[in-house]
Nanobody
């Protein structure tokens, strides 16, 4: 069974940092583009970042550019999202997703991704 599991969320103060992990089971992430998305209460899902399967193409949403860093460790079958300088408007449930056809030419809204994790809550207090 193909499964993605996010972890690393929690409560952090303004300006703090968190690193989210997205671990895959049942398949190898190496051949997949991975996307991170988030959804705040009452708002639509937003793209945060993506990293391609080949060539290491990376994209970020403008709101997280220069604060968040996406990376992948294929040996651990895990993708990470390092989040720095966190702000209250970063508060959301964060989801990772995977797809073998998406090329990460832009962050997008996630509609093209086939596989999703259950999400992890990130709360930033002011």
């Amino acid at each position: 069974q193909l499964q993605l599991v996010e972890s690393g969320g929690g409560l952090v103060e303004l300006g703090g940092s968190l690193t989210l992990s997205c671990a895959a089971s049942g398949f190898t992430l190496e051949g997949y583009t991975i996307g991170w998305f988030r959804q705040a209460p009452g708002k639509e899902r937003d793209g945060v970042s993506c990293i391609s399967s080949v060539g290491g193409r990376i994209n970020y949403a403008g709101s997280v550019q220069r604060r968040f860093i996406i990376s992948r460790d294929n040996a651990k079958n895990t993708v990470y999202l390092q989040m720095n300088s966190l702000r209250p408007d970063d508060t959301a449930v964060y989801y990772c997703s995977a797809d073998s056809d998406v090329r990460c030419l832009a962050v997008g809204n996630g509609v093209k991704y086939d596989y999703w994790g259950q999400g992890t809550q990130v709360t930033v207090s002011s």
